[in-house]
Structures are given as structure tokens and as C-alpha cells.
């Protein structure tokens, strides 16, 4: 019943932009946490941005300044707006829901490469 579905990913030059998005059904959105992670080949899934419930946000610091989430709790949807898109950003990008449970999409792949 809870899915969350990934699109948006792709290839892309250096210094390029990429919007993923992440549709959720089966939980109550307005009330969860939302983050976007990522790995990489030969390493471990880490934390890229996340936003609560009340729209606060946090960011990896090599991310700041680039990257951007935001959610519409209307289509119970999660953004990450990706700029200035280096080769180091490479990595499966998954979308995530916290609240009592946790829950994963599927991924998207994101190939920053000229």
C-alpha cells in the first residue's frame, strides 16, 4: 500500500540542472519528515537534504547552495531542484519518509558526466 516513486533522473554535462520528484501514497504525508539520499559506487547512502513536516530544511554542506528540496503536501510530492551539477554528485538517489516507520522508493540514477 505505501509507495513512493522516484523520476526525474538522468544524465547530465557539468554544471547542468536536474529536478527529481518523489510520489507518494499510503502515508500520511503532511505530518512526515521527507529526505532525498544518495549512494554512490563503494559508498555508504548518506543524507543529501531533508524537510520536516513544518518545512524546515537541512542540507549536506556539499550540497548547499545547489540543491534545493521542497514538498507540496496537495500532489504528496517531494522535490530535490539540482544546479550547478558536478561529477562527485553521481550517485542512485533515493527518496525517503520518516515518521514512526521508514520507508524507500526504488531510486533514480543521477550521471554527472561532460
Known amino acids: 500500500q505505501v509507495q513512493l516513486v522516484e523520476s526525474g533522473g538522468g544524465l547530465v554535462q557539468p554544471g547542468g540542472s536536474l529536478r527529481l520528484s518523489c510520489v507518494t501514497s499510503?502515508?500520511?504525508?503532511?505530518?512526515?519528515?521527507m529526505g532525498w539520499y544518495r549512494q554512490a559506487p563503494g559508498k555508504q547512502r548518506e543524507l543529501v537534504a531533508a524537510i520536516t513536516s513544518s518545512f524546515s530544511t537541512n542540507y549536506a554542506d556539499s550540497v548547499k547552495g545547489r540543491f534545493t528540496i521542497s514538498r507540496d503536501n496537495r500532489k504528496n510530492t517531494v522535490y530535490l531542484q539540482m544546479n550547478s551539477l558536478k561529477p562527485e554528485d553521481t550517485a542512485v538517489y533515493y527518496c525517503n519518509a520518516r515518521r514512526w516507520n521508514t520507508f524507500w522508493g526504488q531510486g533514480t540514477q543521477v550521471t554527472v558526466s561532460s
Open positions: 499510503g502515508i500520511a504525508f503532511d505530518i512526515n519528515t
